[in-house]
Structure formats: structure tokens, C-alpha cells
């Protein structure tokens, strides 16, 4: 991509305060645009970024066996009625009617629609296990937004059912789910902690939630070093300084975290709403096992930012960068600084490579520099009339402090290992 | 993938009727599911097929420069009350409240969100042209819905929006958008006819649409066989049998279609309400001349499906199949013929060929043979005891009549070529 095409505008002030570094810098870099309070576009940049968090979400989600669906946001008032949600609900549901006055929500969660999915296609216990997930739009009628992506009111979901036979086979899923939050984090470049949670309305049992301790969060967390035991405050007895209650030998730390990903085990409260049953080996009708599992990639996206970052920008991990290779000519009226750049441009795409080339002219040398920092992306070139001279281009990666002179061979030699 | 464990239940009586054969076949074949009237799940295969549409049209509008966003669906009421369309749209908007009881819409179309943000990114004719588009779910707040997915109340459109210094720009980039939609309706394998049409509140002037001429369709439309050129009745003063006003040549009809994708100029109507102008080379502040482009790809889906079926199933063009080859084993408990399916089933996916095996166990080869039809793969590939005996398997495809008996391995150089 040709920068002086892309639709970005890096913003040099401020004309507003914000919460959180990440907010800030999503909005400074233009990869987002706040339309009213918790609602928000996704620019080329930040749309680049939310797609590549949702392709690894997708990835590991289909190695566990779990089929994508995609279901919708407007949803009857009646099926709410079923889950006896219409009302309890918190943050309370959107409502709206259409032009029949018939009342409808635009959904904060799917389990009411997919539990009547599942149930008209469900009769033995030879149709189950079944998973089933979505990367989809969510709103919740939230009385305060926070921190942008981090808590908006439009955001997307990737939210994730599975129906079961029996609690044995729920509770192997539920720690293949874990495992594979795991991996999603782990490619994402962020250390999560499970951490014992409440219910928050889904279920009455303990939940569990993948916190990045943090002090930028917004949830406190006791929290073990030695063993990794933790547990939200809202449900906790312990305090800060008390032995592990799990290893007996850490001391709990109270710490404050973001809140990305949460599991449930739903049991058979909706497989009882909607009579969700199914015909056992022996014959009998039993309710289906459920359990739920949602990550919000829009905050995802913002604890990347959170944790990556320096005091001149987003230091984006590899697999989840807008691009890849930032090139950057200093002098792009310079025909030989052109010219390079332009042929290095082709070489990396020619390897595959995702490539954004500063073409622009009518941004300075110190500006230029500026904006790479800020946009983060992992690997910085500049090509300037200075090093050009001796066929060297300079390459460092945003991460790193120093920088290094290579040809433009050397550079593709390097990428292509 | 196996097709025991695909979240998928064909349907073998339907308890209600339908008005179309698309809804009837997609519902059918378990590749949609309705929520409510107008309101629709994408199932796992349904999913599949609407993914591969996205792709083809993402294609194809990155081809003529355009950029991906994501724009959200809640918006304020002031951006509507902007463009005065607040209490004029048709149909009429949907509309909340949130808690701070201010209003808004849930969006049928995207003008006034992204004319504010070019808005606020533009200043120059340097700035410009721009081409922006988003895959989004949209809200229509019908009175009546129609044929499942061709007309819903809530779907999955893609809109395009181009931003220009003149109308000469404009008039340029809107005939490249004609040709990307033709390669885009060519690659589904529709032929669709440029049709003249009414602004439809978008604008005073002529606009396009794109009507696929079918019985099946709502809209009327006057068309000449010779030149093709056509004009919705809405605003046509032609009748059947006049002379074509165009080529002077063809006798005009009065054909069905159904309308896939609309382009309108807009004129500078949203850069008015939004302020919305640039410095001209001369210096002088001007209003950005807009263009909008709709695709509503359920709709597309459905449309490939009214063109593409027969009285058995769908028959889904090779480049939008939810897989592309549909390995049927009639007796998957006999174990050569297991064997050879698996085998094939590896070597297919080895080659890189997304391939459905019809591993069911509680199926007869009657009830397999019927669902293969129905879910209108392109290539089926029988394999029964009764010919695997002299090595060989049956391969058909799903548009063609006759069958033809070859071995595995021939067949994995066909499809190699």
C-alpha cells in the first residue's frame, strides 16, 4: 500500500483527553474514529488488525472442532421472555419495535437464538457434542463507556456454545477451550492469567476469565506469583499478602487487570428454557449440558496496545500488524530514494510480504519517523539520500532500540529465512 | 470436513410454504435458519457460501483502489436530522433509545457516518478521489419481508462509497465500479443487465441498477434483447413491444428481475449537510462531488440460487460452493468402501480441495444421494461396494446429467489440472 493513498490521518494533537493509552493511540494513529460514546469505526489500519486477531481466533476455534455460524443482532422480545432475560438483564437490553409494534433487542449475547438453533436440530445423543461460534456485532446499553475499544457499546464478539450429553464431556471441551485461549493469546504476544470469576448473571457457578494483569485494568485481581492461582475480587476472601490458598507457598498479590476473554459453564439453565433435550443411550430424555466462551476483539485489540507500546507509539506483534515492512524514504522527490523504494516495494510484495512505502511528499523527513513509531509496525526501512549513496538502507525493527545498514539483497534475504 | 459432524440438518417435508425456490432450497438444505420474519442465522454451509461472495466482491473492489472500513450500525439521531433524513427514510428508521434517553437509529445505509468522517480527514484535492467500502450488517424496518434472504430486515450488505473533485472524476470511477460489479456477478455466474433506475431518496437524478432478468423477481423492468439496454417500470415511459429508444433496432419487453446491486451519484447532497469541502487547485473552497454503490450479498446468494437449481437442489457455481468436491460412500460401514473414502478424503485436502464426506452411518444411500443434490456441491463422487470392486468410483458433476466411473487416482489428475 502507498501511504499517501491509505485513508489515515495521523492526528499530531490532541484536541481531548484520554483514559487509556490504547484509546489514544488507536485514535492518534487513525486506526479508529469515535462516532458518540462507545461507538466506533474501524479504519483501514485498525480494520487490518481486528481481522488478523479474528483469523487466529478462527484458526485455533476450528481446531477444536468448533463450526462458524453467524446469527443475527435483532432478535425477538419473546425469546428473551424464555430465558426470563427481557427484564433482568445488566447492563439492560436495547429495545426497540418495528413497525408491526412488535418489540425486539439488538442483542449483547447469542445464547437464547443459538439455543433454539440447536434444539430444532437436536434429538440423540449421537448429534452431540456440538460447538458452534461467531465473530459478530454485540451492543450493550452500558450507563458509563471506557477506555474506547475497552469497554464500547457497539463492539465485535466472537462468542462461542457448546452443547453437551453430560458434565464429564462439558468439562473436557471446557479445558480444550482454555488451551486454546491460550494459543490465541500466546500469538496475540499477551501473558494471561486464568482467573476464578462470578457468574455475572449467565450462571450461578464460579466462571473463569483471562485476565493481562496490567495496571492500566479496570478489574482487581488477587493474584498468586508462584503458582499463577488467581481470583477476581468481586468473588474473593483473600486479601493482599495472604499465603496461596492453591500452592501454600506464594503470597497473593492484589493487581489490577483487563478483563479479554470469559468462560461459562452454563449447565442446563437454557437447555430448560427452550426445552432443549435429547434421547440418552438408555432411552431417556435429558437436558443438553451448555457452556459459553466470548472473547471481544475490539478490547483484545486494545490490551495489545496497552501492553505494546512505547512513549512514541504502538508496537504492534508480527502476526497481528496492519503491515509488516514500513518503508520509509525520507526524501521520496529524490529520484534515486524513489526509485529504490519503489523496487524494494515490489521485491517484498513479490515475497508475500504485507508492505506499506511512505510515498508522501509533502510530509518532512521528522514527521515521517513520527508517524512509523506511532503506527508501529514491526519492521521500520528508511531510505534516505544519505545511506543511498552507498547502497545501504537502514532497517530496524520497532522493538528494538538500534538500527542496522544492510543492502536491499540483504534485507530480503533476511525476511525470506 | 465429515458430514456427521457438520452442524447441518436437511430437511426432508417442509411444514410451510415458500414464496421463493431460493428460500425454500437454502432453508432446505439447512444453509439458513429464520429467527423471524425477515430475520435469518447463517448456518455452517449457508456461512460458507456467503463468505465466498464477500471475498469475490473484496476482490474485486481492491482492484479499483477501494479501502476497507467497518463503520457501526448504533448511530445518533443528530447525523440524521443532518442529512434530513431522521424522519423522511423509507422504509422508516429503526429507532431507540439508550440509557441516558438519547436517540438512535440502528443503520439501513451508511451516507451520513461516512461522509462525517472523510470529512474530517479532507482538506485538499490532493486529499482526493477516495473509495471506501464495508461487509456490515444493515437494518431495514419493513413492513413486508419476501423470499427469505432476497428481502430481509436485518442482512449483510456491502456498501462503497467514492469521494471526488468534479463530476468528470466521479463519472470515471463510477464506470469502473459498472465493471468491477460485472466481474463480480460473472464470477457467481449471474448475467445481469444495467438498468436505469430512480434515485429511491438518494438523489433527484438517473441511477443504475443491476437486475438479473428471472420470473422469479419482484421488480418489472423494460428491456431490449439487442442492445440490452433496460429501464425499471418505475420510472420507464416505455411499453412492451416499443421500438428500443437506444439501439433503434430490438423490440423492448417487459421482463422480471431481481435487482443485485444499485450505484448512485450523490451529487455534493451529504457533503452539503456535512460540510464536506476541499481546496481546489485554484484555491478556492469546493463541495465533494459522492457516489454510493450497494451490493446486499444474502441477497446476491439468493439470486445465485433462483438462476442456479433444478427440482432437485441447488447447483452452486465452482468459485461460491460451500465445498467443492462432496464425497458420497452409499455404505460407509463397509469397510473398503470407508477405506477408499478416506483415502480420498486426505488426498483431496492434501491438494488443497475443501471436500464434504458424507460419513453418516444412519443414512441410506437414497437419503445421501438426495442430500448431494440438495446441497448441490459441484462435484459428487459415489463410492459403493458394488463398483469399487473393479477399483473405480463414480464421478458426476452437479450441473451435468450423465456420470462416468474412473478411478481415484484419475480423478485426483482432473482436478490436479
Same mark, same amino acid.
Given at each position: ?232 475480587? !468481586? ?6 499478602? /495472604? +499465603?496461596? &490458598?492453591?500452592? %501454600?507457598?506464594?503470597?497473593?498479590? =492484589? ?98 510480504? !504485507? ?6 511528499? /509533502? +510530509?518532512? &523527513?521528522?514527521? %515521517?519517523?513520527?508517524?512509523?513509531? =506511532? ?43
Amino acid at each position: 500500500m502507498l501511504q499517501s493513498k491509505l485513508f489515515a490521518k495521523t492526528k499530531k494533537s490532541l484536541a481531548k483527553s484520554f483514559e487509556t493509552e490504547s484509546f489514544k493511540l488507536l485514535y492518534k494513529g487513525d486506526f479508529i474514529d469515535q462516532l458518540a460514546s462507545g461507538i466506533f469505526s474501524l479504519l483501514p489500519l485498525g480494520l487490518r488488525v481486528h481481522r488478523k486477531i479474528e483469523n487466529i481466533i478462527r484458526e485455533e476455534l476450528q481446531k477444536i472442532g468448533a463450526q462458524e455460524v453467524y446469527l443475527p443482532a435483532l432478535q425477538p422480545k419473546s425469546i428473551w421472555e424464555a430465558s426470563n432475560r427481557w427484564k433482568t438483564m445488566d447492563p439492560p437490553l436495547f429495545k426497540l419495535k418495528d413497525r408491526h409494534q412488535k418489540e425486539f433487542t439488538i442483542a449483547p449475547t447469542h445464547e437464547e437464538v443459538i439455543t433454539k438453533l440447536v434444539q430444532e436440530r437436536v434429538s440423540s445423543y449421537k448429534d452431540l457434542p456440538i460447538a458452534l461460534f461467531q465473530i459478530q456485532v454485540k451492543f450493550r446499553n452500558e450507563l458509563r463507556f471506557f477506555g474506547g475499544l475497552l469497554r464500547a457499546r457497539e463492539f465485535i464478539m466472537k462468542d462461542l456454545y457448546s452443547f453437551h450429553t453430560d458434565q464429564e464431556d462439558f468439562r473436557k471441551y471446557y479445558q480444550k477451550v482454555i488451551k486454546a485461549y491460550f494459543r490465541i493469546f500466546k500469538r496475540c504476544k499477551l501473558k494471561s492469567v486464568l482467573t476464578e470469576a462470578s457468574g455475572a448473571g449467565f450462571t450461578n457457578e464460579i466462571t473463569h476469565e483471562f485476565q493481562v494483569l496490567i495496571p492500566a485494568g479496570q478489574d482487581w485481581v488477587f493474584y498468586c506469583p508462584h503458582c499463577e492461582f488467581a481470583q477476581n475480587r !468481586e468473588i474473593s476472601k483473600l486479601k493482599a499478602g /495472604d +499465603k496461596c &490458598p492453591k500452592c %501454600k507457598k506464594g503470597k497473593i498479590e =492484589l493487581q489490577r487487570g483487563i478483563e479479554i476473554a470469559n468462560i461459562f459453564p452454563l449447565g442446563d439453565k437454557y437447555s430448560k428454557a427452550f426445552n432443549l433435550k435429547f434421547k440418552d443411550k438408555d432411552g431417556k430424555d435429558k437436558y443438553v449440558i451448555m457452556g459459553c466462551y466470548g472473547i471481544g476483539v475490539g478490547r483484545l485489540m486494545a490490551t495489545i496496545v496497552e501492553v505494546w507500546h512505547d512513549e512514541n507509539g504502538i508496537i504492534w506483534p508480527e502476526e497481528i500488524a496492519p503491515y509488516f515492512v514500513h518503508l520509509v524514504p525520507l526524501e521520496f522527490n529524490v529520484s534515486k530514494v524513489k526509485q529504490v523504494s519503489l523496487k524494494l516495494y515490489q521485491d517484498l510484495q513479490k515475497l508475500g510480504i !504485507e508492505v506499506l512505502c511512505d510515498d508522501r511528499k /509533502d +510530509k518532512s &523527513p521528522g514527521e %515521517k519517523l513520527k508517524d512509523a513509531d =506511532l503506527i508501529g509496525i514491526p519492521w521500520r526501512v528508511v531510505i534516505s539520500k544519505k545511506t543511498i549513496k552507498s547502497g545501504k538502507i537502514e532497517i530496524k525493527k520497532r522493538c528494538a532500540k538500534s538500527s542496522k545498514l544492510v543492502t536491499p539483497k540483504e534485507f530480503l534475504n533476511l525476511l525470506r529465512r
